[in-house]
């Protein structure tokens, strides 16, 4: 018997502390396998957020710097303007890249810093208790919009990766889902072409991931890949929004 | 070298350049624009980065990264920027991260004004962001002492892996002096193994972090900090102790207003006053101790802070002086600047007031 | 073509996402036992239906799965 499939070496043995269902743990992996599988562990430097993902510094087995809320792609422009060879990634939550980060994030990218963002979307705070993100839809009920989310009082949810690729120097930018393992092979294949296009040296790269948080939507893990997929993708389409050659 | 004659703000851009500092993250602000504007030029020709940030709070956490990575890293601002500094200026603190952050202070609150000030001595030697930390706070008070203490701040920030502030007022920013670049007396200072530069497959992974979610870490982590923090105060205290024999009255200013007090001491023995002055040239580590010993000297029959703010020192040199000998205060702020002639007249009031 | 689900029993939180992803509908729940963290952990009790496919391993939230196949 071989063995087809096990743990990447990106991962430490840690467990996980997510949520059960939170598919925040998938993407971590699709993270640590494309970086192993394009032999980056060595070379790489991570950023962490402030959010559910506040202690991905413990999961990925490279470098890793925790940044302040919403900070990381400027602590990762530190970085890789220090290491330009160095394979540099942030992992962030909606409230941090598109709420407190959102200069950041965008300057990042207009300044075509060579690195990767790994953006998680799944429409809630889900730290802090199930708060109102920008991304949250309209009507979805949070705890800081109890009736659900009122466009008139809160405005409509931020398409990140569609505002992004208006950006000339945001070369690589992809909407994925891991709500099925179809999915999950597509945002594999979508975060891989994010890391070459780094390493390409093309620019800023970003891929935004759909994901679910059962725990504030009050939801089944498993009625939590429905409701993303019935709901988050009508609102945020799944797609290639920028592409460099290279990587085509 | 011969001296030459230097912008303050761009002998401090150079100062940093000549101690090996190869990254600038900084954001426009009056008055300390010189530093950026020296650096976006000087840094491509040494092979560093200067990078405009799209806002001060993104400058200091691009310092952050760059800190982590293992480089030589400044930053410079003046006082509404620092304001928006202190959250990665804490979060350096807390990740025990070395770099140098310049502060050419103005006028405030608020916007306050474009003129000089002191009025950021609690906000850079209390704390100034959230949590128990401190920042190494250096206070030169002419452009040749700016030049010698940037340079020194790099070693100290990379001694103690501690972020290191220079804190001038807009003066010294903004005059010219004659300035000689000589070499700082060199340290011998720890490998920085702890950085983030990718294992290259040769170590364990680094980690750079300020978050302890279990209470008792993080209280041990305060515990090592306080320890660091006791070593720099033994180590690294700064005072010029001027004219203090005989003196009966000693004031206390640092930056450029102990300058216009040293002219103050000299028309005052001129009228037959004997004056003397204690400097701080560190403010945090503060010397206390320097205050304390001339407030148990006969001659001395009282102090008096003097500060381009409304008072802020003084509480520092009360501390220090425990009650042996009163203290007073005269300052001016929102960018005035106390007149030779004025200290002359409070000191003799004080006087007076004492016989 | 031997396949065998191998499962990091303890790392599992019960999410049952990878019960959805089989398409031989051999991953379930086994609610006769629980593991160190309180949940009944997944399995599989008919693994010689097991086509090798990974789907369970792919959509797990907490890397318990390896799979290993016959050549």
């Known amino acids: ?248 | ?355 | 073509m031997a396949a065998k689900v191998i499962f990091d029993e303890n790392r599992c939180k019960g999410c049952e996402l990878c019960t959805t992803a089989c398409p031989v509908k051999i991953v379930v729940m086994d609610k006769d036992r629980i593991n160190v963290k309180g949940y009944h952990p997944a399995t599989v009790k008919e693994m010689d239906k097991c086509i090798g496919c990974a789907s369970c391993a792919r959509i797990c939230p907490d890397v318990v799965i390896k799979i290993e196949k016959e050549k």
């Open chain 1, 1 to 248: 018997m071989a063995v087809i499939f096990d743990k990447t070496k990106g991962l430490t043995d840690k467990t996980f502390h997510y949520c059960p269902g939170c598919t925040h743990g998938i993407i971590h992996r699709l993270v640590a396998e494309v970086m192993e599988e394009l032999n980056l562990l060595d070379k790489a430097i991570g950023v962490a957020p402030v959010g559910c993902a506040v202690f991905a510094y413990d999961y990925f087995n490279c470098d890793m710097q925790e940044a302040a809320h919403g900070r990381a792609p400027a602590v990762a422009t530190g970085i890789k303007r220090v290491h330009p060879e160095s394979a540099v990634f942030t992992y962030q939550g909606d409230g941090d890249l598109a709420s407190i980060g959102a200069a950041e994030i965008v300057h990042a990218a207009m300044r075509g810093e060579k690195f990767t963002t790994i953006f998680v979307n799944n429409a809630i705070y889900g730290m802090t208790g199930g708060q109102m993100a920008p991304t949250t839809l309209v009507g979805q009920k949070a705890t800081t919009a109890p009736l659900g989310r009122d466009e008139n009082h809160a405005g409509l949810p931020l398409r990140v990766s569609e505002m992004l690729a208006t950006i000339p120097k945001a070369v690589f930018v992809e909407r994925v889902s891991v709500h099925d393992v179809k999915h999950i092979i597509q945002a594999k294949k979508a975060i891989k072409k994010a890391f070459q296009a780094q390493m390409a040296g093309k620019g800023f790269t970003l891929v935004e991931v759909l994901s679910t948080c059962p725990t504030n939507w009050g939801k089944t893990p498993l009625e939590s890949l429905k409701w993303l997929e019935e709901n988050m993708i009508p609102y945020y389409p799944l797609g290639n929004y920028r592409s460099p050659e290279e990587v085509r």
């Open chain 2, 1 to 355: 070298m011969a001296k030459e004659l230097w912008k303050g703000n761009e002998a401090i851009a150079e100062a940093a350049i000549k101690a090996g500092c190869r990254f600038f993250f900084g954001y426009p602000i009056t008055p300390q624009n010189e530093i950026p504007e020296y650096m976006s030029l000087r840094m491509p020709q040494v092979d560093g980065c200067f990078l405009q940030a799209e806002s001060e709070v993104a400058a200091i956490n691009m310092v952050y990264g760059a800190a982590g990575a293992g480089a030589r890293v400044m930053t410079s601002s003046s006082s509404p920027g620092i304001s928006l500094k202190q959250e990665g200026i804490t979060y350096c603190a807390g990740a025990e991260l070395p770099c140098v952050i310049v502060n050419i202070v103005r006028g405030g609150p608020g916007l306050g004004g474009i003129q000089p000030a002191q009025s950021d001595y609690f906000q850079a030697t209390k704390g100034g962001g959230h949590g128990d930390y401190r920042l190494i706070v250096l206070a030169p008070a002419s452009v040749q002492e700016a030049v010698d203490l940037v340079q020194q701040a790099f070693d100290m920030a990379d001694q103690y892996r501690n972020p290191v502030m220079v804190m001038g007022d807009g003066m010294i920013g903004q005059m010219m002096e004659p300035v000689e670049f000589t070499e700082v007396e060199k340290r011998p200072l720890p490998e920085k193994t702890w950085a983030t530069t990718g294992t290259k497959g040769e170590r364990q992974t680094n980690v750079i972090n300020s978050l302890f979610i279990d209470p008792a870490e993080c209280e041990k982590h305060n515990h090592r900090l306080y320890e660091k923090y006791k070593a720099i105060e033994n180590n690294e205290t700064r005072v010029e102790k001027y004219n203090l024999d005989g003196a009966e009255i000693v004031f206390v200013a640092y930056g450029t207003t102990a300058r216009i007090v040293k002219n103050a001491i000299s028309a005052l023995e001129k009228e037959g006053i004997k004056a003397g002055m204690i400097r701080p040239i560190t403010l945090w580590p503060y010397p206390y101790k320097a205050i304390e010993e001339a407030a148990g000297l006969d001659s001395v029959k009282a102090f008096m802070a003097v500060e381009m703010s409304m008072g802020q020192m003084v509480e520092d040199v009360r501390l220090a002086a425990a009650g042996k000998k009163p203290v007073h205060f005269y300052g001016r702020t929102g960018g005035m600047v106390p007149t030779p002639k004025a200290v002359v007249e409070q000191a003799k009031m004080i006087l007076g007031g004492v016989k």
